[in-house]
């Protein structure tokens, strides 16, 4: 069974500041992994996913995150935060077949001027 | 990239009635479509899998007679929710190809 560690469940962080959203996995078989943004009252927004290949995986909106094996890690990272990033971000871990995903219980992030 | 439709985005029903929502990929074919909720300040629980052509595979707890999910053809689902309740109220969300989701459906049972 695949599941999904979002640590920190509010990040808090100014304009212009490095951003940092943690996720650890556990998954039985090589995981596809995947961060989404959603905005209140929204759908989810892929930003970035990783299957295969390159770890470090770029996504929209200046998004990047690096799949680590050895720490079982997929952390989402932005070097600048802007306002309109201010949304709740979520994890989400799933096997190569089934496609049935498992997320993180998310991360709030709010961005101060 | 994908693109699944989720219709309505917003329902408001009484109690006791039945609502349902629809799930259509638009651009490609899906066998398999994935119902998830989302209680408010939470993250999205799986709930079911649609399959085409067979019965939908539930998660543990999720009740089968009260969430009925029909997947007649390989661009539709549907996720039927059954004499609703007001503890029935969250953001129902569907997917396809694992990653494609649609908009969401806010039910609000009066």
């Known amino acids: 069974a695949q599941s999904v560690t979002q640590l920190g469940s509010h990040v808090s962080v100014s304009e212009g500041a490095l951003v940092l959203l943690r996720c650890n996995y556990s998954s039985s078989v090589p995981p596809y992994l995947f961060w989404y943004v959603q905005y209140p009252n929204q759908g989810l927004q892929l930003l970035l996913k990783y299957t295969t290949g390159a770890t470090l995986v770029k996504g929209i909106n200046g998004f990047e995150a690096e799949f680590k094996k050895s720490e079982t890690s997929f952390h989402l990272t932005k070097p600048s935060a802007h306002m309109s990033d201010a949304a709740e971000y979520f994890c989400?871990?799933?096997?190569?077949?089934?496609?049935?995903?498992?997320f993180g219980a998310g991360t709030r992030l709010t961005v101060k001027p | 990239g994908a693109v699944v439709s989720q219709h309505p985005s917003r329902v408001i029903c009484k109690s006791g009635t039945s609502v349902k929502i629809e799930c259509r990929s638009l651009d490609f074919q899906a066998t398999t479509m994935f119902w998830y909720r989302q209680f408010p300040k939470q993250s999205l629980m799986l709930m079911a899998t649609?399959?085409?052509?067979?019965?939908?595979?539930?998660e543990q707890g999720v009740e089968k007679d009260k969430f009925l999910i029909n997947h007649a053809s390989l661009t539709l689902s549907t996720l039927t929710v059954t004499s609703a309740h007001p503890e029935d109220s969250s953001f129902y969300i569907c997917?396809?190809?694992?990653?494609?989701f649609g908009q969401g459906t806010r039910l609000t049972v009066v």
């Open positions: 997917s396809a190809r694992g990653a494609f």
């Open positions: 649609s399959n085409e052509g067979s019965k939908a595979t539930y």
């Open positions: 989400a871990v799933s096997d190569r077949q089934n496609n049935d995903m498992r």
